[in-house]
């Protein structure tokens, strides 16, 4: 799914975007990421979660997934290499892929987030039933729910994910 078994680290485009496969070198890229608290206020509030720790170990389950499944959520850079967050998709539950995407504040309020969740479900409706496909967010991150609902997906209710109430999204078939 989605370019795996390419030797090529490239794994997605779209006009304006490129979804590239982690190295370990990556690491301060996604540490960056994640450790800016503008970023850790789109997820459940854990004291152990933006720790370097905690972010090597999410660099290396990305690595595993890609290496695994042929899918995670991958590195986004603009065309031109900068990079500007993570977006792809994880299984989610038994047969459900959940999409998620994370982007620099400079980089937000862009589209990017539409145009690659957008690109995303796209491509993932090519591999999968809609209705494995899902998607949530923390019930007051409406940045990202507004996203989820732009690329088409049906609100479903809301779900405790991590500990926190999400609004739970799916693909509709």
């Known amino acids: 799914m989605f370019n795996a078994l390419s030797k090529d680290s490239l794994r997605l485009t779209t006009p304006r975007l490129r979804l590239d496969a982690w190295s370990p070198a990556d690491l301060p890229l996604l540490f960056a990421l994640h450790s800016d608290p503008r970023v850790q206020a789109g997820y459940p509030a854990k004291a152990d979660n ?13 690595i595993a997934e890609q290496e695994n499944l042929g899918l995670t959520k991958w590195k986004m850079s603009l065309r031109d290499g900068t990079f500007i ?72 209710g809301e779900r405790v994910i991590g500990g926190m109430p999400n609004a739970f999204y799916r693909a509709p078939d």
């Open 50 to 62: 933006w720790t370097e720790p905690a972010i090597r170990a999410k660099l290396a389950g990305f």
């Open 85 to 156: 967050g993570r977006a792809g998709w994880s299984p989610w539950g038994g047969d459900e892929l959940e999409i998620g995407y994370a982007i620099a504040p400079e980089h937000q309020g862009c589209g990017y987030a539409v145009e690659v969740a957008s690109a995303l479900l796209s491509e993932a409706r090519r591999h999968r039933p809609p209705s494995q496909l899902v998607g949530f967010a923390l019930l007051n991150n409406m940045a990202s729910r507004h996203v989820l609902e732009r690329i088409g997906m049906t609100f479903e």
